[in-house]
């Protein structure tokens, strides 16, 4: 009987049976950045410990960051105070970090895969529930709490249950216009934002096989949203196409030996699965959320759901509550719904294939009035290759803000947050109450492309029509 | 490492109703701006809690009725969305110490294990039942038991669910799993040694 990549990697990092009966698993590279850390830290030194393998732990700076001025010290003191904290941190354990002046700093999921950091058959652990886009490689990547951060800084191990493992097939071909984030928003609608929990998930089919290396990021970042903590895709030869040459893959004779070993980590053909599921790809049209989980999602041809016609009491009550919230009529179309701010960015699409997909289609075409739109590069080797492309005047004459490397406005914990109650086309992960920074902000998940035709109508549309896709 | 034996947690209730209960919910991301977990109980639930313009909006945490409670109930998939520690942090310095809910994410439960709170599951019509003695009386003495798998108040207990790894590790005062994990010291360099990406000059 055949072994997953999942159980294969697993075996070959699982150090002992802990007397819970839970796993201690060797986790081979360590991200970290500013929010979740410095109370890690803190519990080292608190302990008397130090960092056990510096040389497998990896910073950068992110979430706080702001991406219009960057001069230190930030205007917000708070923010101000956790980058100097890690950036001493990283200074006295001896940990590589990409900071703001590298040329190398960006969001630790863009950052982790640019550098050949995130390699196939590997265990990557990162105080962030969208670790599972490194599982785009075939890695084996959880998003993790601030107590297993130090118990990965002092031990490189953590203590964790084993999953099962559930195979999700997208075969055939996707209709033009329809994206990796179309695909991922489809799978946490069928299963449900929490179908995934106590699984990890195994993309595959065709589709996956014909997505780039960016496009698998995209479905991986987002399993955490349908409840799994873990999601990837087999390594192949995009795979190593992709990692060959970056600053931290192997060279010369050690690259073949990796590549020979990655391969041999991949899911064998008559692998065994907790269970699977099977999607057509031809079913899947471009896909916004009309509410406030991002397991509500429909078609842009579709309407916002009635309560009335709920399947059971609880959908009826939640339901309610985010229409509610969102200020949307039960049983209208979603397409027109006004929007006041477009969001391109994020470690689910910053990265250069979004902002290039992106441009295609927004070249000779201006944002709404009365609509604020800013595009966030995920890293700043992300917005130095836009840039090179002339990526960024697209944006700009299109009526975009084109701005520094950060998470920005997907959790608005540096200044890019939504005003009131506006509402937001957003490229990003979660569209959860007062997610964007404001209590009473707005979201609606989609696609960059389908951000950009919003941002050109005012109102949510289907990017097909806008642009004649 | 010594810790206390979670047996078993008593204390009055409080439920906060509805489904995916996220992490942004329990903690807003503006809150997570610090270096250390001090003081982040105040902000628990803050904009379930208080309108924009910092008006109460009659939360159940606000209610004079509840107050002290150290049980939260709640409904599926409690504790979904972020990695954020800060939000078991929060609920336990506002002081909870335990959730009884019928799901919760997991990530969410990892963080709580090891903080020592018990996320225990039970069936919504159990919870419902808890949740009308808690409304009819919050002084509702309740009882979780993780040995005998049951929540308990003077009027009625109902089956808890939690997987067992969690279980043994909160009655045998093991839910910090660091001095086990440091105990290993020896297998952890055997099992690095046999993965050549892990060596020094890898890089």
Known sequence: ?469 | MALEKIITVSGTGVLVPGSDIDTDRIIPARFMKCVTFDGLGEYLFHDARFDPDGTPTGHPLDNPRFTGASILLSGVNFGCGSSREHAPQALYRFGFRAVIAQSFAEIFFGNCATLGVPCVTARAEDIARLAAAVEADPATEITIDLEAREARWPGGSFAIGQPESAREALTSGRWDPIGELLEASPLIAERAATLPYLAPTAA
């Not at chain 1, 979430?63 to 950036?87: K, S, Y």
């Not at chain 1, 927004?362 to 609509?371: D, E, N, P, S, T």
């Not at chain 1, 209590?439 to 492309?449: A, E, F, K, N």
Request: include cysteine; proline fraction near 5%; charged fraction near 20%.
């Open chain 1, 1 to 469: 009987m055949g072994q997953s990549l999942f159980e294969k990697v697993w075996n070959a990092h699982a150090v002992k049976t802990l007397s819970n009966g839970q796993t201690q698993l060797l986790i081979g590279t360590h991200l970290i950045h500013e929010v979740t850390s410095p109370q890690a830290f803190g519990m080292l030194r608190d302990l008397g410990l130090k960092v056990k393998f510096p040389h497998r732990t990896f910073a950068t700076v992110d979430h706080i960051v702001p991406t219009d001025r960057q001069e230190e010290p930030f205007e917000d003191p708070l923010a101000d105070a956790m980058i100097r904290e890690l950036r001493a941190n990283c200074a006295e354990f001896g940990i590589t970090y990409f900071d703001l002046g590298s040329g190398h700093q960006g969001i630790v999921h863009v950052v982790g895969p640019e550098q050949g950091i995130t390699q196939p058959g590997t265990t990557i652990a990162c105080g962030d529930s969208h670790t599972a886009t490194h599982g785009a490689f075939g890695a084996i990547a959880f998003g993790i709490g601030t107590t297993q951060i130090r118990d990965v800084l002092a031990t490189q191990t953590m203590a964790m249950s084993k999953p099962k493992v559930r195979r999700i097939n997208v075969d055939g071909e996707l209709g033009p216009g329809v994206y990796a984030k179309d695909v991922i928003l489809h799978i946490i609608k069928l299963l449900g934002a929490k179908g995934g929990i106590g699984y990890a998930y195994e993309y595959g089919g065709t589709v996956f096989d014909n997505f780039s290396m960016e496009e698998r990021m995209t479905v991986c970042n987002m399993s955490i949203e349908g409840g799994a903590r873990c999601g990837y895709v087999n390594p192949d030869d995009k795979t190593y196409a992709y990692l060959n040459g970056r600053p931290y893959s192997p060279k010369g004779d050690a690259w073949d030996a990796a590549v020979a070993g990655w391969k041999a980590m991949a899911s064998d053909a008559d692998s065994v699965y907790d269970d699977v599921v099977n999607i057509e790809a031809s079913d899947i049209a471009p896909s916004v959320t009309w509410g406030t989980s991002p397991d509500h999602g429909i078609f842009i041809g579709e309407s916002i759901p009635d309560p009335a016609q709920a399947a059971s009491e609880e959908q009826r009550v939640a339901i309610e509550d985010a229409l509610a919230y969102m200020k949307l009529g039960a049983g209208q179309p979603i397409k027109g719904t006004p929007i006041d701010v477009a969001f391109i960015g994020s470690c689910t699409n910053g990265r250069l294939s979004d902002f290039r997909e992106t441009a295609k289609y927004l070249k000779g075409h201006k944002v709404a009035a009365g609509v604020k739109a800013i595009a966030v590069p995920g890293s700043q080797i992300v917005a130095h290759l836009c840039e090179q492309e002339g990526l960024d005047q697209v944006f700009r004459d299109a009526g975009f803000e084109w701005r520094a490397a950060g998470c920005s406005m997907c959790l608005a914990m540096n200044p890019d947050k939504l005003i009131g109650d506006q509402l937001c086309a957003s490229s990003s992960n979660r569209n959860f109450k007062g997610r964007q920074g404001s209590p009473v902000g707005r979201t609606i998940l989609m696609s960059p492309v389908m951000v950009a035709a919003a941002a050109v109508r005012g109102e949510v549309s289907d990017a097909r029509e806008v642009f004649g896709i």
